[in-house]
Structure formats: C-alpha cells, structure tokens
C-alpha cells in the first residue's frame, strides 16, 4: 500500500513537471511569435524608408534645376539622409525618419515660391511617388507600433512575464512620429506678401 502511495506521488510530480515543462515551451514559443512580428513590422518599416530614401535624389534634383539657391533646404535633406543611413535603433530611426519627413516638407513647400516646378512632369510624378511613400510609412508605422504593444503586453503578462524574464525578453521601443508631426504644416498658396 505505501508503494502505491510513492507510485501515485511520484506520477503526480511527473505529470506535473510535464505540465509546466509544456507550459514553458509554449508560452516562450508564443514570446518567440510575437517577437517576430515585431521584427517582420519594423523589416516593413525599413522597407518603405529606403524606397523613400531611393525617391530623394531624383526629386532634389528635379527641384535644384528650378530652386538652384534653395541650399538650406538641399543641406537639410542631405543631413536627414546622413541620420538616417547611421540610424540603428528604433529611437534613432524615428528620429531620422521625422527628420526627413520635415525637410521634404520644405523642398514640396517649393511648389508655392517656384510655379514652373508643379508644371514639372517628373517632379509631379516623383511627388506622388513620395506621398505614397509616405502613407506607406504611415501605415508601416502603425503595423510595428501595434505589434510592439501586443508583444510588451503578453511579455508583461503574468505567468508570460516569468519566461519573459528568463529569457531576457525586454519591451520593445514604438516608432514614435515627431511632436511637430501632430500639426499640418501651414503652406499659403495665396499672395505671398501676407
């Protein structure tokens, strides 16, 4: 009777240890999972700045045959580009990426001081390209953003939290879009001396 009793302890300690042995494997497979749609949202992200990046040069070039003594807005297209060909963090690339966004907002904004650059087939094309560059990155963004708050929130997530922490899972960073991001740029078509 005690060896039965030793069996049916020792079974039960098995079966449990199988449980929580199942149980590690799954819940670190599930951190695993949603860290690779963080990482799969953030590739997109990169995807879609480069094709911005790769849009750039064209588009300078379209606008310097128009605007040739716009040299602020070329030097801070250029230093945008620098940033974010050095960026390596999802911190750093934000901030490159709104940098950027805030000097092509300038070269577009060339449109209002220089008439003939909207008549510009190619630069009319390569903006429209840009744009939807941009709603690219936008929805890029959001895609990395939502899979960054679903990964922190299962990571954050008691009993996920206590693999989490044994595996050195740590939050993720947003993408976060600039502060001046939030207000439209004010560009008047109208009668420049106002």
Partial sequence: MNFMKKNSLVIGILAVLVIVIVAFFSIGNGITKEENSVD?????????????????????????????HEEKIFTAISTAQSAMSKAETVSDKATASNQMSSALNGLLRLQVSYPDIKADKQFTQLADELAGTENR????????????????????????????????????????????AKDAPNVNFGDSSQ
């Fill in 137 to 180: 990155i936008t929805v890029a963004r959001k895609n990395y953003n939502d899979a960054v708050k679903s990964y922190n929130t299962k990571i954050s997530l008691f009993p996920t939290s206590i693999v989490a922490g044994m595996r050195g899972a740590t939050k993720k960073d947003y993408f976060k879009a600039a502060e001046s």
């Fill in 40 to 68: 799969s949202a953030y590739a997109d992200i990169d995807t879609q700045l480069q094709r911005r990046n790769d849009l750039i040069p064209n588009l300078v070039e379209t606008v310097k045959g128009y605007a040739t």
